[in-house]
C-alpha cells in the first residue's frame, strides 16, 4: 500500500499562487510516477500535471506555463506550483501515485485538498 498526505490548499484571488505538496509513504519502491489531478463540481476528476522517476513531467494543456510540478530531495514528495491561478482552476485536488507491482498497474489517492479561486 501506498499512503498519500495533502496539503496546501485554500481559498486565493485570481492571479495569485500557491503551493500543494504531497507526501508518499508506505510500499513507495515501485512508484514509478507522481502527480495530481482534479475534480470541479459534476466534472470527471483530469490529469494535472504528472512526475515520472526519471523527471519526465506532463501538464494538461489548460495549465502549461502557469503550474509546476516537481518532487522533493528525498523523492517521496511532489509539489504543485500554481501561477496566475484562475476562477476555473477551482476544484479538489488529489494527489496520485502509480505503481508497478508485476504486470499490473495500480493508482493511489489522498483525501483531496479544495482550491477555489475567486475572481
Known amino acids: 500500500q501506498v499512503q498519500l498526505v495533502e496539503s496546501g490548499g485554500g481559498l486565493v484571488q485570481a492571479g495569485g499562487s500557491l503551493r500543494l505538496s504531497c507526501a508518499a509513504s508506505?510500499?513507495?519502491?515501485?512508484?514509478?510516477?507522481m502527480g495530481w489531478y482534479r475534480q470541479a463540481p459534476g466534472e470527471q476528476r483530469e490529469l494535472v500535471a504528472l512526475i515520472t522517476r526519471d523527471d519526465s513531467t506532463n501538464y494538461a494543456d489548460s495549465v502549461k506555463g502557469r503550474f509546476t510540478i516537481s518532487r522533493g530531495n528525498a523523492k517521496n514528495t511532489v509539489y504543485l506550483q500554481m501561477n496566475s491561478l484562475k476562477p476555473e482552476d477551482t476544484a479538489v485536488y488529489y494527489c496520485n501515485a502509480k505503481r508497478h507491482m508485476g504486470s499490473l498497474e495500480f493508482d493511489y489517492w489522498g483525501q483531496g485538498t479544495q482550491l477555489t479561486v475567486s475572481s
Open positions: 508506505g510500499n513507495i519502491f515501485s512508484v514509478f510516477a
